[in-house]
């Protein structure tokens, strides 16, 4: 069950242009059209008769991506879809991707290797799983020094609560 819930505040700019705050927090996890019909309800309920423009005030749960007044619904819609089914993971990588989804599911689907404790708990991992280390030579390998040397060209990482989400660049 996802931690997020995308919400996004919409709020009628006929109001807000003649001194009312008008609007509303509305599910932003939701496709275009369900979006627009809130926001339809949102101008008819408008203390100005007629109301037709609307923007986006406020946003929350989007985690580091950014939302300004006049992103479209759709975008919005994409957006929210994406953190609600990846959660802090997905919101994360999407920020770090500048909000560009195929090059965030990309990261998902095919560069993630997990979550950790630290680089180093990955580096010693990596380790374990592809080479046979003999335990009199074990106590001798630096784990610290080899993270390093991995995360300089070869994986990046995303922290999150505390946790390492380590990723390859590909």
């Not at 919005?76 to 879809?81: D, E, I, Q, T, Y």
């Amino acid at each position: 069950m996802s931690l997020l819930k995308p919400r996004i505040y919409i709020a009628c700019l006929a109001a807000y242009n003649n001194g009312y705050l008008h609007g509303e927090w509305i599910d932003a996890n939701q496709d275009s059209d369900s979006l627009f019909e809130e926001v339809k309800k949102i101008l008819a309920a408008s203390p100005i008769p007629d109301a037709e423009e609307f923007a986006i005030h406020d946003y929350e749960d989007f985690g580091d991506v950014h939302i300004n007044e006049y992103t479209g619904l759709e975008t919005v819609s994409a957006l929210a879809s994406f953190i609600a089914e990846h959660d802090e993971l997905g919101a994360a990588v999407l920020s770090h991707c500048d909000g560009n989804f195929d090059d965030a599911l990309r990261l998902l689907d095919d560069c993630y290797h997990g979550e950790f404790n630290s680089e180093e708990d990955f580096a010693i991992s990596l380790a374990e799983d592809t080479m046979t280390i003999p335990d009199h030579l074990s106590y001798y390998i630096d784990y610290e020094k080899m993270a390093r040397d991995l995360f300089i060209n070869d994986f990046f990482s995303i922290e999150i609560n505390h946790k390492t989400h380590v990723f390859s660049y590909c």
